[in-house]
């Protein structure tokens, strides 16, 4: 699963420290999101989606290997 998040952070001019307290995450896992080595849970994609304001389908999308 691929996923827009540091474009979205970079668009906001956020830290990566800055979205993981506003989702409740670590800035680990957001580093882990960003970097493909963790897929969310629905609730954590939908916090996200909901912070950036945009739908969950704007932001993660599916691969084909998916």
Same mark, same amino acid.
């Given at each position: 699963? *691929?996923? /827009?998040? @540091?474009?979205? @952070?970079?668009? *906001?001019?956020?830290?990566?420290?800055?979205?993981?307290? $506003?989702?409740?995450? /670590?800035?680990? %896992?957001?580093? /882990?999101?960003?970097?493909?080595?963790?897929?969310? /849970? %629905?609730?954590?994609?939908? *916090?996200? $989606? @909901?912070?950036?304001? *945009? @739908?969950?389908?704007?932001?993660? %999308?599916?691969?084909?290997?998916?």
């Amino acid at each position: 699963m *691929k996923n /827009s998040i @540091r474009v979205e @952070r970079a668009v *906001k001019n956020i830290t990566q420290q800055d979205l993981a307290v $506003a989702v409740g995450v /670590s800035r680990q %896992t957001i580093n /882990s999101l960003e970097t493909n080595r963790y897929i969310p /849970s %629905t609730i954590l994609a939908l *916090k996200i $989606a @909901r912070y950036f304001e *945009k @739908r969950v389908e704007d932001i993660f %999308t599916l691969e084909d290997e998916d």
